[in-house]
Protein backbone atom coordinates (compact mmCIF):
# COMPACT_ATOMS: atom_id res chain seq x y z
CA UNK A 1 0.00 0.00 0.00
CA UNK A 2 2.79 2.50 0.83
CA UNK A 3 4.83 1.54 -2.25
CA UNK A 4 1.34 2.33 -4.31
CA UNK A 5 0.99 5.42 -2.71
CA UNK A 6 4.72 6.28 -3.36
CA UNK A 7 3.98 5.75 -7.24
CA UNK A 8 0.68 7.62 -7.15
CA UNK A 9 2.29 11.06 -5.53
CA UNK A 10 5.10 10.25 -8.04
CA UNK A 11 2.98 10.07 -11.09
CA UNK A 12 0.59 13.01 -10.12
CA UNK A 13 4.00 15.30 -9.46
CA UNK A 14 5.01 14.53 -12.97
CA UNK A 15 1.98 15.43 -14.44
CA UNK A 16 1.67 18.31 -12.25
CA UNK A 17 4.72 19.67 -13.71
CA UNK A 18 4.31 18.52 -16.98
CA UNK A 19 1.35 20.65 -17.34
CA UNK A 20 3.38 23.68 -15.93
CA UNK A 21 5.98 23.46 -18.14
CA UNK A 22 3.74 23.32 -20.96
CA UNK A 23 1.57 26.27 -19.47
CA UNK A 24 4.77 28.25 -19.11
CA UNK A 25 6.01 27.56 -23.10
CA UNK A 26 2.83 28.68 -24.03
CA UNK A 27 2.48 31.72 -22.17
CA UNK A 28 6.07 32.64 -22.82
CA UNK A 29 7.17 31.40 -26.31
CA UNK A 30 10.40 32.88 -28.28
CA UNK A 31 8.64 36.15 -28.59
CA UNK A 32 9.96 39.52 -26.76
CA UNK A 33 6.15 40.98 -27.00
CA UNK A 34 2.81 39.91 -26.47
CA UNK A 35 -0.34 40.35 -28.51
CA UNK A 36 -2.60 42.41 -26.83
CA UNK A 37 -6.34 42.45 -28.40
CA UNK A 38 -7.59 45.78 -27.87
CA UNK A 39 -11.40 45.59 -29.62
CA UNK A 40 -13.32 42.95 -31.12
CA UNK A 41 -16.21 43.22 -32.70
CA UNK A 42 -18.62 41.48 -35.12
CA UNK A 43 -20.36 42.75 -38.44
CA UNK A 44 -23.84 41.79 -39.14
CA UNK A 45 -23.73 40.76 -42.90
CA UNK A 46 -26.80 42.11 -45.28
CA UNK A 47 -27.18 44.24 -48.92
CA UNK A 48 -25.57 47.30 -46.56
CA UNK A 49 -23.66 45.08 -43.45
CA UNK A 50 -24.35 46.37 -40.01
CA UNK A 51 -22.03 48.62 -38.07
CA UNK A 52 -19.45 46.35 -35.67
CA UNK A 53 -20.76 45.20 -32.24
CA UNK A 54 -19.13 43.26 -28.71
CA UNK A 55 -22.71 41.55 -29.22
CA UNK A 56 -23.26 40.23 -33.26
CA UNK A 57 -26.53 38.94 -34.06
CA UNK A 58 -26.39 37.14 -36.89
CA UNK A 59 -29.21 36.78 -39.58
CA UNK A 60 -29.33 32.78 -40.80
CA UNK A 61 -31.54 34.10 -43.86
CA UNK A 62 -32.25 38.18 -44.84
CA UNK A 63 -35.05 38.74 -47.15
CA UNK A 64 -33.74 41.35 -49.90
CA UNK A 65 -35.85 43.87 -51.68
CA UNK A 66 -34.02 45.51 -54.13
CA UNK A 67 -31.66 45.00 -56.80
CA UNK A 68 -31.97 41.58 -59.39
CA UNK A 69 -35.40 41.40 -59.59
CA UNK A 70 -36.50 41.70 -55.55
CA UNK A 71 -38.85 43.52 -54.57
CA UNK A 72 -41.16 44.24 -51.44
CA UNK A 73 -43.78 42.25 -52.48
CA UNK A 74 -41.51 39.22 -53.75
CA UNK A 75 -38.17 39.15 -51.51
CA UNK A 76 -35.07 37.02 -52.37
CA UNK A 77 -34.06 35.23 -49.52
CA UNK A 78 -30.47 35.42 -49.33
CA UNK A 79 -27.83 34.15 -47.21
CA UNK A 80 -24.88 36.75 -46.05
CA UNK A 81 -21.66 35.77 -44.18
CA UNK A 82 -20.57 37.83 -41.06
CA UNK A 83 -17.14 39.60 -40.69
CA UNK A 84 -15.59 40.53 -37.92
CA UNK A 85 -12.73 43.12 -36.59
CA UNK A 86 -10.42 43.53 -34.53
CA UNK A 87 -7.57 46.12 -32.96
CA UNK A 88 -3.92 44.85 -32.05
CA UNK A 89 -1.23 46.15 -30.08
CA UNK A 90 2.09 45.06 -29.22
CA UNK A 91 3.44 44.75 -25.78
CA UNK A 92 6.59 44.09 -24.16
CA UNK A 93 7.22 41.29 -22.02
CA UNK A 94 10.46 42.54 -20.34
CA UNK A 95 8.47 46.29 -18.80
CA UNK A 96 12.13 47.35 -18.14
CA UNK A 97 13.81 46.36 -22.02
CA UNK A 98 14.05 49.05 -24.76
CA UNK A 99 11.41 50.04 -26.58
CA UNK A 100 9.94 47.04 -29.61
CA UNK A 101 11.63 47.60 -32.89
CA UNK A 102 10.80 46.69 -36.52
CA UNK A 103 12.02 43.38 -35.38
CA UNK A 104 9.42 42.96 -33.33
CA UNK A 105 6.71 43.47 -35.36
CA UNK A 106 4.23 41.08 -36.15
CA UNK A 107 2.66 39.95 -38.97
CA UNK A 108 -0.85 38.12 -38.90
CA UNK A 109 -1.79 35.89 -41.42
CA UNK A 110 -4.54 33.36 -40.00
CA UNK A 111 -7.50 33.32 -38.37
CA UNK A 112 -8.86 30.50 -36.30
CA UNK A 113 -12.09 30.83 -34.94
CA UNK A 114 -13.92 28.23 -32.86
CA UNK A 115 -17.58 27.89 -31.99
CA UNK A 116 -18.93 26.62 -28.43
CA UNK A 117 -21.59 27.14 -26.06
CA UNK A 118 -20.64 29.58 -22.83
CA UNK A 119 -19.70 26.22 -20.56
CA UNK A 120 -17.18 25.15 -23.39
CA UNK A 121 -19.29 22.23 -24.57
CA UNK A 122 -20.62 21.93 -28.01
CA UNK A 123 -20.27 19.28 -30.95
CA UNK A 124 -19.04 20.35 -34.11
CA UNK A 125 -22.12 20.01 -36.84
CA UNK A 126 -24.55 19.24 -34.67
CA UNK A 127 -25.06 21.84 -31.78
CA UNK A 128 -22.74 24.52 -32.96
CA UNK A 129 -21.09 25.61 -36.71
CA UNK A 130 -17.68 24.07 -37.85
CA UNK A 131 -14.81 25.58 -36.92
CA UNK A 132 -12.55 27.10 -39.91
CA UNK A 133 -9.27 29.15 -40.36
CA UNK A 134 -9.84 32.47 -42.02
CA UNK A 135 -7.35 33.81 -44.10
CA UNK A 136 -6.03 37.64 -43.67
CA UNK A 137 -2.66 40.05 -43.32
CA UNK A 138 -1.86 42.62 -41.24
CA UNK A 139 1.27 44.17 -39.75
CA UNK A 140 0.92 44.82 -35.89
CA UNK A 141 3.79 47.47 -35.98
CA UNK A 142 6.39 48.30 -32.84
CA UNK A 143 4.26 50.60 -31.31
CA UNK A 144 0.40 51.70 -32.16
CA UNK A 145 -1.89 49.28 -33.26
CA UNK A 146 -3.39 48.32 -36.62
CA UNK A 147 -6.84 46.82 -37.03
CA UNK A 148 -7.89 43.26 -39.07
CA UNK A 149 -11.19 42.29 -40.62
CA UNK A 150 -11.98 38.54 -41.48
CA UNK A 151 -14.58 36.42 -42.10
CA UNK A 152 -16.59 35.82 -38.64
CA UNK A 153 -19.59 33.22 -39.98
CA UNK A 154 -18.90 31.25 -43.05
CA UNK A 155 -22.36 31.40 -45.68
CA UNK A 156 -22.08 27.49 -45.38
CA UNK A 157 -22.29 28.02 -41.78
CA UNK A 158 -25.73 29.16 -42.05
CA UNK A 159 -26.41 26.48 -44.54
CA UNK A 160 -25.64 23.27 -42.68
CA UNK A 161 -26.63 21.95 -38.97
CA UNK A 162 -27.26 23.52 -36.46
CA UNK A 163 -28.27 27.28 -37.77
CA UNK A 164 -30.14 26.19 -40.88
CA UNK A 165 -32.85 24.60 -38.55
CA UNK A 166 -33.04 28.33 -37.50
CA UNK A 167 -34.53 29.41 -40.58
CA UNK A 168 -38.13 27.63 -39.35
CA UNK A 169 -37.92 29.68 -35.90
CA UNK A 170 -35.91 29.63 -32.59
CA UNK A 171 -32.67 30.75 -31.54
CA UNK A 172 -29.44 29.52 -30.62
CA UNK A 173 -26.42 31.62 -28.39
CA UNK A 174 -22.60 30.34 -28.96
CA UNK A 175 -19.14 32.08 -27.74
CA UNK A 176 -17.15 32.27 -30.75
CA UNK A 177 -13.18 31.81 -29.69
CA UNK A 178 -10.84 33.84 -32.46
CA UNK A 179 -7.48 33.27 -32.07
CA UNK A 180 -4.92 35.89 -34.58
CA UNK A 181 -1.91 33.97 -36.08
CA UNK A 182 1.15 35.39 -36.97
CA UNK A 183 4.99 35.46 -36.76
CA UNK A 184 7.39 38.53 -35.90
CA UNK A 185 10.48 39.48 -38.13
CA UNK A 186 12.76 37.00 -36.95
CA UNK A 187 10.39 34.35 -37.11
CA UNK A 188 8.66 33.79 -33.31
CA UNK A 189 5.44 32.33 -33.67
CA UNK A 190 2.63 34.17 -31.89
CA UNK A 191 -0.94 34.07 -31.14
CA UNK A 192 -3.65 36.11 -29.10
CA UNK A 193 -7.53 34.62 -28.24
CA UNK A 194 -10.34 36.58 -28.02
CA UNK A 195 -13.79 35.94 -27.47
CA UNK A 196 -16.87 37.20 -28.99
CA UNK A 197 -21.18 36.38 -28.21
CA UNK A 198 -23.27 35.33 -31.28
CA UNK A 199 -26.78 34.97 -31.21
CA UNK A 200 -28.05 33.14 -34.06
CA UNK A 201 -31.96 33.73 -35.28
CA UNK A 202 -34.26 34.60 -38.60
CA UNK A 203 -34.08 38.29 -37.42
CA UNK A 204 -36.11 41.12 -38.55
CA UNK A 205 -34.38 42.52 -41.46
CA UNK A 206 -33.10 45.89 -41.63
CA UNK A 207 -34.91 48.21 -42.60
Request: aromatic share 6%; with cysteine; hydrophobic share 40%.
Amino acid sequence: MTRMRIITRTLTAAALLAATSCSSTVRSGNSPVFLVIDSLAGIRGASTPGSPSSLLFSDVITNVTTGAGCTQASPCPTVFSDSGTATLELAKKDVTSTAPTTNNQVTINRVHIHYRFADGTGVQGVTVPVDFDSFATATVPPTGSTTISFELVRVQAKQSTPLVQLRNGGALAVVADVTFIGRDQVGNDISVMGSIQIEFSDWADPA
